[in-house]
């Protein structure tokens, strides 16, 4: 037996040791800091920290910290730098100076890793250290590596998820608990989840710039969150939620990204109505989930906590665990498929309601569905181009919120012959 173990035996691959310069010792380093002790196959040392605020107290001995970048930077021995610190342009800096000296950089900054997506990737190229960024989108949920990898090909035809865990808390909190919405918030500050400023998270920021990481990932186009078409949770009021429940259906806020014919895409990230029947209703509190839609393989759900410490540090976890063996992103679909261009050439069914005096005009919609005026506000159910809602913001205005129908996405051929079928019932035709 011994003998046939000893024939067959794969090599093992060779793997290197880490020694680690970490940035940043807050929410998810301390939780990270934790998780590598409980770890210790991972032969992992973090060999110093680098802090901003040296005067706090901390659950690990002074020797450690340092508020001096360029001691973890210049040191030779560290051949891995774990950024995890808040400050977005900071951050970049860090991971920059990293690079350019050939360390290996593991990233949660979901703000700098989308803002900087472009220079990100010529650096990785042109110094060959690799930069993985599992954390930076739903947190303990494999991801990027499964787009990266799994989806290796041009089969996947879209994917949307819930890719925010402050909002789906919130948004869970409300529904199920009655909350309030600043109650709901402050929960989910105090849990570890919202961002250190809470406006990325209600706005809608936090999600787009993870909506426009995946995009690179899962389709090879590189798109700003800027151009993405989005907005938060802060703009749906009590009314909104009221109707949500008498319909039997849960506002979530959703990424999306679908593929339009063969060579355009569309993405954003919305509100919308979730039926029951749909895999994103059981994806509650800080909880993220992801749909995807492939040929062949038809659909896969992953479902995974989104957001707080240690799910976060798990994925830190897997990354530099990826790094003993040298693995790099690859971004094969930006080399092969960069023909396929983010587009706002399709239409959407939305909700939109109008509280108070603000009145809505009917003439930014293809065509209306409902038109409701109660005592409070009026709302309608109608179709709207991507064009108006990327070129106009009076959708975004105080009173108004907009949330997506159950089944949004109108396609080009029903979009003729519905509008068709509208104008020439209003005579026009
Ligand atoms: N604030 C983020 C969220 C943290 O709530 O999803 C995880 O990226």
Known sequence: MSGIKKTFAPALPVSRDLRIGLFGFGVVGNGLYEVLQATPALQ??????????????????????????????????????????????????IVKAALQKGKSVVSANKKMIAKHFS??????????????????????????????????????????????????????????DNLSFKE???????????????ALDIEGHDAANKLSILLAHAFGTVVSPEELIYTGIAAIKESDANLARQRKVQIKLVGTAKRIGTDKLAAFVL?????????????????????????????????????????????????????????????????????????????????????????LDKSNFEWIEEWHNDVNQSWTIAVISAKNLAATRWWKEDGISLILCEDPFIDNVQYKKISKLSLSLAGIE
């Open 44 to 93: 992992s040392v973090i060999k110093k920290i680098c802090i901003k605020n040296p005067g706090k107290k901390r659950l690990i001995s002074g020797e450690h910290f340092t508020t001096q970048a360029s001691e973890l930077l210049d040191d030779a021995e560290i051949n891995v730098i774990l950024e995890l610190i808040d400050d977005a342009d900071a951050a970049y800096e």
């Open 119 to 176: 220079e990100l990737l010529e650096l990785q190229q042109e110094f060959g250290a690799a930069l993985l960024y599992e954390g930076a989108c739903c947190a303990s949920i494999p991801i990027i590596r499964n787009l990266e990898e799994y989806y290796d090909n041009d089969l996947l035809s879209a994917f949307r998820g819930i890719i925010n865990g402050s909002t789906n808390y919130i948004l869970t909190r409300i529904d199920k």
């Open 184 to 198: 709901a918030l402050l929960e989910a500050q105090q849990l570890g989840f919202a961002e250190s400023d809470p």
């Open 271 to 359: 509100p919308q109505f979730v039926s029951a029947d749909d895999e994103l209703s059981n994806v509650s509190n800080e909880f993220n989930g992801l749909v995807t839609e492939s040929s062949f393989a038809d659909k896969h759900f992953f479902k995974g906590k989104g957001a707080g410490a240690f799910p976060t540090a798990a994925a830190v976890l897997s990354d530099i665990a990826a790094l003993r063996y040298n693995y790099k992103y690859e971004y094969k679909k930006i080399a092969q498929q960069a023909n396929i261009i983010h587009s706002h050439d399709y239409y959407l069914r939305v909700f939109v309601s109008a509280s108070g005096d603000t009145v």
